[in-house]
């Protein structure tokens, strides 16, 4: 079956920084949706996207569609104590989503 | 208002015991879901329902049961509980999947710890 995988699985930054994680699908998807859970919290919808090689911005977030549309990621400029959190990403198989293992992201202050 | 709400959020029973999670949503959606959260934080579907029928079961325990009074309220009975069962469980919803994976709505969890 479908697998995604995201790396990395955790990673610590001080503030200020820029993080990216990476999300890898073993078959071409049709769209990859990422989420953000905070500590203790629930998954967040952030964003969705389709096209090949697409590329949306939200503030300091940038996500990527590889253009074989078999790969993700998700970039934030200059972290802040507020983008700590677990990110996934998501795609669709057979009628369910298929989630990454996610990446725990930390911001030293 | 609670887009997705579940109840309860912490819930600590001994092995053996039967329980219930609720989950209601008021987003007027035609899917729910159930996933299990274990505690390495990853994330796997148990069950989906669109409008009321069942339309998704993963490779759950029969112990696991979940019913759909109506298409917003989907609720997971499990009997027999065992400490592998203590996970957090989400209910989530979208719009009506007919070939394509709308963004899902989750509910604050439900933090099961099995003794």
């Known amino acids: 079956g479908q697998q995604v995988m995201q790396i990395p699985q955790y990673q610590h930054v001080q503030e200020g920084e820029d993080f990216t994680t990476y999300c890898n699908s073993s078959?071409?998807?049709?769209?990859i949706q990422w989420y953000k859970q905070r500590p203790g919290g629930h998954p967040v919808f952030l964003i969705q996207?389709?096209?090949?090689?697409e590329v949306k911005k939200q503030k300091r977030l940038t996500f990527q569609f590889g253009e074989a549309k078999k790969n993700s990621s998700l970039h934030i400029t200059a972290t802040q104590t507020t983008d700590v959190g677990t990110y996934f990403c998501?795609?669709?198989?057979?009628?369910?989503?298929?989630f990454g293992q996610g990446t725990e992201l930390s911001v030293k202050p | 208002d609670t887009a997705v709400s579940q109840t309860p959020k912490y819930l600590v029973t001994q092995m053996g015991n039967d329980k219930s999670i609720k989950c209601e949503q008021n987003?007027?959606?035609?899917?729910m879901y159930w996933y299990k959260q274990d505690s390495k934080k990853f994330l796997k579907i148990m069950f989906s329902?669109?409008?009321?029928?069942?339309?998704i079961n993963e490779t759950v325990p029969n112990r696991f049961s979940p019913k759909s009074p109506d298409k917003a309220h989907l609720n997971l009975h499990i009997n027999s509980l065992e400490l592998g069962d203590s996970a957090v469980y989400f209910c989530?919803?979208?719009?009506?999947?007919?070939?394509?994976?709308?963004?899902?709505?989750f509910g604050p969890g439900t933090r099961l710890t099995v003794t």
């Open positions: 989530a919803s979208s719009q009506a999947a007919s070939g394509r994976i709308y963004e899902q709505y």
């Open positions: 078959t071409t998807l049709s769209n």
């Open positions: 996207l389709v096209k090949s090689g």
């Open positions: 998501a795609g669709p198989q057979g009628g369910k989503l298929i």
């Open positions: 987003l007027g959606h035609d899917t």
């Open positions: 329902y669109n409008n009321k029928e069942l339309i």
